[in-house]
């Protein structure tokens, strides 16, 4: 049977309540890759894409570290700061995870996610730095393409916009263009109608309401909710039927409430719903009639856009960025506005609102195209070309030095959740300096299995017993509070601390 190489991919977040973009499209890619990559994900902390990953079926690692932010946004300086982190008490600790999973490849995600690609390239392993955003395009641009050129071995973009500023620092033949996707099931689709109905009537939106939605996983002021306020309202001085829903938890308060504000003081603040979160995108949508996109920064993709379109939704944006580029490769030009023209946005949905006919069409186009551009299918297919062309021009990724029991990672074990009582008494057991977050076997140094076992037998034990002592306090909280005074009496009496008869009869067990 043959070995797959081992990937380790490095995410950059791991939000607890809420799933990002970029989460999203690491999770998708890191399934994708499964097929020729035992994959191990790497987060900095428990999360929604933690936990998905475990879903399916994909080993996970936990370990914190720092990011460079200034990667996106160069400045004088930034090369000394990225090599500052050799010195980082986490350099360490990243150095010691790779080694105990020894991985063929590293995935970095994202241009502020550089100790992991420093780190590899210390141990000699190759490195994959994938960027999903556009790097400010300044007079400092070329001192983080160099740092991303010294650092890596192959750069991902997820658009040909995302490339644009590595254009003149990167050789072309070490870049590719994987696009994101999104898998809309035909059961979700089917489901829309009935779902469609019901979140409505809790929403309070009526079959005549026409629904304009806005979406952000974080709202802050590059994302543009203040021209998306200052078009509802002006769209609802024009049409009666114009309702909004907002979903977004907010990052910056400041500006958030400067929108309340905005829509405080308009007549119409019961024509806006807001949410800070929806856990269904099908919910999402369904209940939608058009999406807005007011990004205000040049965004390396538009993940939200490209899930309004495969929902079947007219979507407007402004036109920059990664957003602009899928827009026209979708056939959605038209509906492109400048950015920060609210009133081109009030143009364009006022078009939706005139001629439901029409937008019902173009939102099956979307469909359509959608799917067809960056579908499931389509993705897979790029996802291949990039794995073949490596098997080409990097044939030294997939030879594998070890044997097929020397590569195996324990399920269950590899990562547990927090509550689990694994790690710290398998680093107590092995004496183990490095992190205990790395649970795979170390036959490749030749040790041998029994001490492993002997840690599972401690591990069930363990458990067993904080189980029963779970189990034993939930019984006692249950226990009404007389039998619970009887037991403490019973247990006095036993002990010879409490009276049992009349006020003069001895204690039980006193001497006579």
Not at 21 to 29: H, K, P, V
Not at 124 to 138: A, C, H, L, Q, S
Not at 395 to 417: K, M
Not at 458 to 465: D, Q
Request: hydrophobic share 40%; glycine share 8%.
């Amino acid at each position: 049977m043959a070995i797959k190489p081992r990937m380790m991919l490095f995410s950059h977040v791991s939000n607890a309540y809420t799933i990002t973009g970029a989460e999203r499209l690491l999770l998708r890619f890191c399934q994708e890759m499964s097929a020729y990559f035992e994959c191990v994900l790497v987060a900095p902390d428990e999360g929604k894409i933690t936990a998905e990953a475990r879903k399916r079926g994909i080993a996970v690692e936990v370990q914190i570290f720092p990011l460079i932010y200034n990667m996106y946004t160069p400045y004088e300086g930034l090369e000394h700061e990225v090599e500052k982190l050799k010195d980082d008490p986490y350099f360490e600790k990243i150095v010691n995870l790779i080694r105990a999973v020894q991985p063929d490849l590293i995935l970095t995600n994202t241009c502020v996610n550089v100790m992991p690609a420093i780190a590899a390239k210390a141990l000699g392993i190759p490195v994959v730095w994938k960027i999903t955003e556009m790097i400010r395009i300044n007079a400092h641009t070329a001192e983080a393409v160099r740092m991303i050129d010294r650092y890596s071995d192959w750069v991902i973009g997820i658009s040909n916009t995302v490339l644009i500023p590595l254009r003149e620092g990167l050789a072309e033949e070490k870049t590719s263009v994987i696009e994101p996707s999104r898998s809309i099931t035909a059961a979700d689709l089917e489901k829309l109608s009935v779902v469609r109905e019901k979140k409505r009537a809790q929403l309070g939106l009526k079959g005549s309401h026409f629904c304009v939605g806005y979406i952000s996983s974080f709202i802050y002021e590059a994302k543009g909710l203040l021209h998306f306020v200052e078009m509802a309202i002006k769209l609802c001085r024009i049409y009666p039927q114009c309702r909004f829903w907002i979903i977004g938890k907010p990052s910056d308060s400041v500006y958030y409430s400067q929108c309340i504000a905005m829509i405080r003081k308009s007549r119409y603040s019961k024509r806006f719903v807001l949410t800070a979160f929806e856990e269904s995108l099908t919910t999402v949508y369904g209940v939608m009639d058009a999406v807005v996109v007011p990004s205000m920064v040049e965004e390396g993709f538009g993940l939200t856009a490209l899930e309004g379109l495969l929902y079947g939704r007219p979507v407007v944006a402004f036109a920059q960025g990664g957003l602009a580029e899928l827009m026209h490769q979708t056939g959605n030009a038209e509906f492109l506005v400048e950015p920060g023209n609210s009133d081109g946005l009030v143009a364009r949905v006022s078009r939706f609102i005139n001629n439901p006919e029409e937008c019902r069409a173009i939102g099956w186009r979307n469909r359509q195209e959608a799917d067809r551009i960056y579908g499931l299918e389509s993705y897979q297919v790029k996802i291949r070309g990039t794995v073949e062309r490596w098997m080409n021009e990097r044939p030294e990724w997939f030879t594998v030095q070890r044997s097929e029991g020397e590569t195996e990672i324990i399920a269950g074990e590899h990562s547990p959740p927090p509550e689990a009582a694994g790690p710290t008494l398998i680093a107590e057991e092995q004496g183990a300096a490095a992190s205990p977050d790395a649970a795979i076997k170390k036959r490749r140094t030749g040790g041998p299995a029994r001490p492993r076992r002997r840690v599972r037998l401690i591990l069930r034990i363990t458990r067993r017993g904080k189980k029963r002592n779970r189990l034993s306090a939930r019984r006692h909280r249950r226990l009404p509070k007389r039998i619970k005074r009887g037991r403490h009496k019973l247990r006095l009496t036993r002990r010879g601390r409490m009276k049992t008869g009349s006020a003069g009869s001895r204690r039980k067990g006193a001497g006579r």
